[in-house]
């Protein structure tokens, strides 16, 4: 990974550029900062370029047989540490997972510890690094360097790791091994055994700045520059925060459809539609059926206080709003009650695990009732 393909940070780049060039490279750098920000990925790019065989000013390379292995994470000097789940059969140790861990990276660094447990097929699962992985770092660090002046090891999350682990690594970075370089990327700072902290040298990782972000954005999500700037606003210069921002209202837009379909359907009793509509809502997963009548729950109460201006605030999108100019004067304080009532009586049989056919179907010939009185 080259530094160019990293969302802004430039002072940071530079900053560990000039350590490279004025030979101040530190045995031990801990990146930290909030998740989105693009830490891995800047230890990934600052580990190639050290490596790199014909460094332009600014950048690897990304052509030499270093940077082409660095490019595809086979490089033999570069190691990687990172939490991993217990699995039985299976050593508890990153290079068990190592081709899931170049997948995701490769794939989009940007990504959270969530993300990696999901990718492990463990969401619920506790992720950590664990004793045996003590032994493999001693092991690489002893193996003497293949191809580059640099052995590198890239700790990501080492806030995970269990305490005896982290102690056998303390001894290591007490004493540290000729021509290696520690870089543990780190989300929570605090969490990791003081006594390391104050081996490493700390390089704070700050938000992306705001312009950066915004082009990302842009050429990522192909979104227009108006609603990029909202995002960038509440997304703390992390592109996790941003994406997540973007796939709330993804999934508003979504629902807000889905609910306008289903009221005018109703409205002008289409029962053919109506059996079409809840055979194809049917056919999503339980979780944005679930989503999908909370929301209706919530809006139809929206929709009612925009109706009798109940109150001078309303929690409506613009697009909402566009809505229940004309549907508010059908909620009414005589079926309000009613219509909460049946998505919500909808949304407990799906979570039971209720035939969603004939749930939703339910659900469209009670509204047409309930609208039509
Ligand atoms: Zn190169």
Redesign the pocket.
């Known amino acids: 990974m080259k530094f160019e393909k990293i969302i802004g940070q430039n002072e940071i780049k530079e900053k560990l550029r000039q350590s490279f060039y004025t030979n101040r490279l530190s045995h031990s750098y801990l990146f930290y900062g909030i998740p989105g920000t693009g830490k891995l990925s800047l230890a990934i790019a600052f580990a190639q370029f050290i490596s790199?065989?014909?460094?332009k000013e600014n950048d690897?390379?990304?052509?030499?047989p270093?940077?082409k292995k660095y490019e595809k994470l086979i490089h033999p000097d570069l190691h990687f540490v990172f939490p991993v789940i217990s699995s039985s059969g299976k050593k508890s140790i990153s290079d068990t997972y190592i081709s899931q861990w170049r997948e995701i990276v490769l794939d989009d660094p940007y990504f959270s510890f969530r993300e990696w447990m999901i990718k492990l097929g463990s969401e619920n699962k506790q992720g950590g690094i664990f004793s045996d992985e003590s032994s493999e770092i001693l092991r690489k660090l002893n193996l003497k360097t293949f191809e580059s002046d640099f052995k590198i090891m890239i700790i990501w999350l080492p806030e995970k790791m269990n305490i005896s682990c982290a102690n056998k690594l303390l001894k290591i970075l007490e004493e540290p091994p000729q021509n290696t370089v520690f870089i543990l990327v780190s989300d929570s700072r605090e969490d990791i055994l003081a006594t390391i902290r104050s081996r490493t040298q700390p390089v704070k990782i700050l938000g992306i700045d705001d312009k950066s972000l915004k082009q990302a954005l842009i050429e990522k999500y192909n979104i227009d520059v108006e609603r990029a700037e909202d995002i960038v606003k509440i997304s703390n210069g992390s592109l996790l925060e941003a994406e997540e921002q973007i796939s709330i209202s993804e999934e508003t837009k979504y629902n807000l459809s889905q609910f306008i379909k289903l009221m005018r359907l109703c409205y002008a009793r289409k029962v053919d539609e109506a059996l079409k509509w809840a055979e194809d809502i049917s056919k999503t997963g339980r979780e944005m059926q679930k989503s999908f009548l909370h929301y209706c729950s919530v809006l139809a109460r929206e929709n009612f206080v925009y109706n009798y201006q109940l109150s001078p605030i309303n929690y409506m999108t613009r697009e909402e709003e566009e809505f229940a100019i004309k549907f508010s004067k059908f909620v009414t304080e005589k079926n309000v009650a009613l219509l909460s009532e049946i998505f919500n009586l909808a949304h407990f049989h799906i979570e039971r695990n209720g035939n969603a056919k004939i749930i939703f179907t339910d659900t469209a010939f009670n509204i047409m009732k309930v609208l039509k009185n």
């Open positions: 790199c065989e014909n460094k690897s390379c990304g052509e030499c270093s940077c």
